[in-house]
Each structure stands twice: as C-alpha cells, then as structure tokens.
C-alpha cells in the first residue's frame, strides 16, 4: 500500500498504460492522455482551448497557473494570464484532431466542454470541472486495479518522473513542468536501485580489482 502522505506517488510507464487501455470513452481518455503526456495540473488542463492548439505550427499553449499572481486559485471558468508554448506530438496531434470532431458536447471554445446548469445560474456550456475529473480519475484507476492512494497529480508525477529518467536533467524538468521554483523540482530526482547500478558503473575505475 502506497503512503497517502509520499510527495512522489506517481504511475510508472506500465501503470498509465494499464490505466489508459481501460478507459473506453474518448472523452476522458483524451483528457487524461493529455494530463500525462504534459504532466499538467488540473486547473490546467480544465482550461485548455480549441483554440490553444495550432496543428499547422505543432505546438499547444499551456496555461501556467503557478505563474499566475493568484497562484492558481482561478474563478470557476476564468482564464489564466500566463502560458507557455509546448511541442505537439504526431500522437497527441492525431488524437486531439480526431476528438474535436467526435466531442459529443456543443461546439464552444473549451477543448473539454461542460454543460453546467449550476454555472452563475444559467444553462451554459463551461469547461470540465475540478472535482468531475478527480472523481473520474479514481474511477478509471480502480476499474485498472491500481492504489487507492493515486490521484490526478499522480499523472504530473509520472511526467516528471519520466523526464528525470531519460534526460537526467533537472533543469529540462523544471522546464517542461512549468515549475516556477527549482525546489519544487527537486523531487523527481530520487533514483532507482537500476538507476543507480547504471551511474555507478560508469564512474567504476577500470583495473581497480583487488589482488
């Protein structure tokens, strides 16, 4: 059982894809595909736009909550003042060019649209909200039989995780997760046991065995 209170709770490659393959509504498939792929935050993803992909150019603009003077605690609907620009794969380029087309929402300028009764007292099409998708989540991850423990910021995790492994640079992390902080990065830096043997044995003197 993994601790409620560990800051590195994240999937591994295995277990995103594990959860990935269960979900069968594209809806939430695309939604969580994305949060993975860019180790969003769900306030972030929450307020991606149509409009913020360009397919011609191959980049999606991503909002930066952190970076924002309201420290990402947005207004239900609202926007965010700050975005950074982020390279668009041919998969995700694929499957969100496919889901704009196939969305079974009221065409509108949120990329994940929300037919919200509630919201100001009017019948209006809004973005997908916080709790919806934390509720999703834990849903998809016990249909795939992971940990109780995980949740959505599992996903950011798996990202940062996954970058650390592959680049070994905590600066390309930093970057690409949009920490504002280099603190905040510092925990994608743990090592594994095979990670270790790896780096131990490129510093090994050669012909240092013992007589």
Known sequence: MIKKTDKQKYLTKEQFSRFLEDIKNPYFYTLFYVIGNYGLRVGEAIRLRIQDIDFNNKYIKIPTLKQDKNKGSLEYGKLPETYIDMPL???????????????????GDWLFPY???????????????????????????????????????????????????????????????????????????????EDKREMFDKIMIIGGDEK
């Open 89 to 107: 794969d041919k998969k995700t380029a694929f499957l969100l060019s496919n889901f704009v087309k196939i969305v079974k929402m009221p065409k």
């Open 115 to 193: 037919k919200a009764n509630y919201y100001k007292g009017k019948n209006k099409l809004a973005h997908i909200p916080k709790w919806l998708v934390q509720r999703k989540f834990k849903h998809y991850a016990k249909q795939a039989g992971l940990d109780s423990a995980y949740s959505v910021h599992s996903l950011r995790h798996y990202k940062g995780i996954s970058i650390y492994k592959n680049l070994k640079d905590i600066r390309a992390v930093q970057l690409l997760l949009r920490h504002k902080n280099i603190n905040s990065t510092v925990i994608y830096t743990t090592m594994s046991l």
